[in-house]
């Protein structure tokens, strides 16, 4: 039967990349999306200000909603300390099977825990499952109608600290208006918006920070 893209990825990133190299894995997937086929993967202009608000973070315990083949995933984890605690949650299990495959591709299997499930059930057993107390960084990229929901899961489950930072990507295209309006509203958040495009177009997309005050 047809391969998916997932896997016509995962072939790209083995024929182009160099094993145990990151930044080859990276331009290997974008090269793919630019010059092959269209994914969902964050991309280099929003991955570029990812680094940056990594690099700026330098957390110690990291959040990751949404892995899909685990573009950004290899993003932030080359960027990590060691001891770094960094968890990432795909719903979909083959695509959990193709981003394991690529994050081991960049050598960086022991930096990251992929786990499959969704938010909902898997953000209030974080603390039990990963002995987690706080997130110093979460990066939103799943579901846009769980990102408002989930946000205030992460407030209830008491997972934020003064200073956490969440930054979510698609907040235009395809957009999260309810979770911008709550976090740009809430006296509890600072935000600012990082205007940019949908990855690999020329569509109008951006990132919104939000640190968290309480
Ligand atoms: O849907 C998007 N990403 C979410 C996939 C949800 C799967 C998961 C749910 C879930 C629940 N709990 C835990 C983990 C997870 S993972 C997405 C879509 C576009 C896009 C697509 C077509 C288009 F024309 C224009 C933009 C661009 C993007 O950058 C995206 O991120
Ligand atoms: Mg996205």
Redesign the pocket.
Same mark, same amino acid.
Request: glycine share 6%; with cysteine; hydrophobic share 35%.
């Given at each position: 039967t047809r391969s998916t893209r997932p896997q016509r990825m995962l072939k790209a990133v083995q024929k182009k990349a160099t094993k145990g190299d990151p930044e080859s894995v990276i331009s290997a997937i974008d090269y793919f999306c630019k010059h092959s086929e269209w994914a969902?993967n964050?991309g280099d202009e929003k991955g570029s200000i990812l680094d940056s608000v990594v690099t700026e973070v330098n957390p110690s315990t990291v959040l990751e @909603?949404?892995?899909?083949c685990g573009y950004s995933t290899v993003r932030i984890a080359r960027l990590l300390s060691p001891g770094t605690k960094f968890i990432t @949650?795909?719903?979909?299990p083959a695509n959990v099977t193709i981003a394991r495959q690529i994050i081991a591709y960049a050598g960086l299997q022991d930096k990251v825990t992929v786990v499959e499930?969704?938010?909902g059930d898997l953000i209030p057993q974080m603390k039990e499952r990963f002995g987690i107390t706080t997130f110093d960084f979460i990066f939103l990229?799943?579901?846009?109608d769980?990102y408002l929901p989930d946000i205030k899961l992460f407030e209830e489950c008491g997972l934020l600290r003064k200073g956490s930072v969440l930054l979510a990507?698609?907040v235009i295209?395809?957009g999260a208006p309810e979770y911008l309006e709550y976090v740009r509203n809430s006296p509890r958040y600072e935000s600012r918006y990082y205007p940019a495009h @949908?990855?690999y177009t020329k569509v109008e997309d951006g990132l919104e920070k939000s640190v968290f005050l309480e």
């Amino acid at each position: 039967t047809r391969s998916t893209r997932p896997q016509r990825m995962l072939k790209a990133v083995q024929k182009k990349a160099t094993k145990g190299d990151p930044e080859s894995v990276i331009s290997a997937i974008d090269y793919f999306c630019k010059h092959s086929e269209w994914a969902m993967n964050v991309g280099d202009e929003k991955g570029s200000i990812l680094d940056s608000v990594v690099t700026e973070v330098n957390p110690s315990t990291v959040l990751e @909603l949404g892995t899909y083949c685990g573009y950004s995933t290899v993003r932030i984890a080359r960027l990590l300390s060691p001891g770094t605690k960094f968890i990432t @949650l795909e719903f979909n299990p083959a695509n959990v099977t193709i981003a394991r495959q690529i994050i081991a591709y960049a050598g960086l299997q022991d930096k990251v825990t992929v786990v499959e499930g969704s938010s909902g059930d898997l953000i209030p057993q974080m603390k039990e499952r990963f002995g987690i107390t706080t997130f110093d960084f979460i990066f939103l990229d799943h579901w846009k109608d769980r990102y408002l929901p989930d946000i205030k899961l992460f407030e209830e489950c008491g997972l934020l600290r003064k200073g956490s930072v969440l930054l979510a990507d698609n907040v235009i295209c395809p957009g999260a208006p309810e979770y911008l309006e709550y976090v740009r509203n809430s006296p509890r958040y600072e935000s600012r918006y990082y205007p940019a495009h @949908l990855e690999y177009t020329k569509v109008e997309d951006g990132l919104e920070k939000s640190v968290f005050l309480e």
